[in-house]
């Protein structure tokens, strides 16, 4: 019998399948930084970290041309995998890990299109051991997935809407959907200090992610909230002061188009693990419990 995973709510991976998904991604992974290969990336990456991974290996590669041979291997440990049933397509799944870099949890989201593609790592968060939520499963053990477009059903926030509403408050300050954090408050502290210096001043632009490459994904949490996995742009100008020069680092100078004989744009892509409470949770704001970013591009003018 013919299982139609565009038309049936199945489970989106085979628990067979998803550990052969998480060594081939750790494989290629170690293959790509050993070679310093950014076309590797693309082959068990999407999304976000597709773009951070490839910017990470172009930069390494133009500074260091050999490769790295002696790159120690990533190793992924402990697997929980967090399944969802799902109807059509795209399918995603989350593979909890042991790392042997530190005592987190380094969580993975697999997603793909079609049955006959393979499955990517779209996003990556690490998260301590406290930090990762129990999850909601069905009478089967499968996680409940969250419907990441339409009405919030039962959410404090709409996960289609959070990077929306992110990029909105690190440009303006407004809004009360996020908790006050490192990835929050502390962002927008932090650039006020260097909105104007002696040196320099400095402008920031920081828009919603879009597209299918970028879409959120979501698991319900036993309290009836929800992780979310989001993406966001943004990109940074710093333009110097007369008598002053940029002085990018090596990484930066790798990336970068143009001359900085003035100004330097770095382009971000950031990925994030969030807390969504329900809707009628006593504190209703997104709580950050991990964000990695990473500068995709550089313009030197």
Known sequence: MTVHGERENIPSVDRA????ALKRFTDTYNKAYRELDPSLAGQVETGPLEAMTTAD????????????????????????????KQVGWPKFFVADTDSNRDDNRWLFVFTRAGADEPWKAAYLS???QDEVPDLATDKDGWARPVAVRG????LAVRPDRLSAEYTDYLMTGKG???????????????????????????????????GGRYAPVGLRTQDGGALVFFSSHHRQKQTMAKGFRPNPDAQIKALMTG????????TRISEAAVRVPAED???????????LEGVTAAKGE
């Open 17 to 20: 399948e998803a550990p052969e």
């Open 57 to 84: 290996l172009k930069a390494q590669h133009a500074n260091k041309p050999e490769g790295n041979p002696g790159f120690p291997a990533l190793e992924l440990t402990g697997a929980r995998y967090r399944i969802p």
């Open 126 to 128: 690490i998260l301590s």
């Open 151 to 154: 009405p919030a059903r039962e």
């Open 176 to 210: 009360g959907t996020f908790a006050d954090g490192q990835a929050t408050s502390s962002i927008r502290a932090t650039r006020k200090k260097f909105l104007r210096t002696p040196k320099f001043w400095t402008e920031y632009i920081d828009t919603p992610a879009q």
């Open 259 to 266: 001359e900085a004989k003035k100004s330097v744009t770095l």
């Open 281 to 291: 949770a006593a504190d209703p704001k997104v709580v950050f419990l991990n964000r």
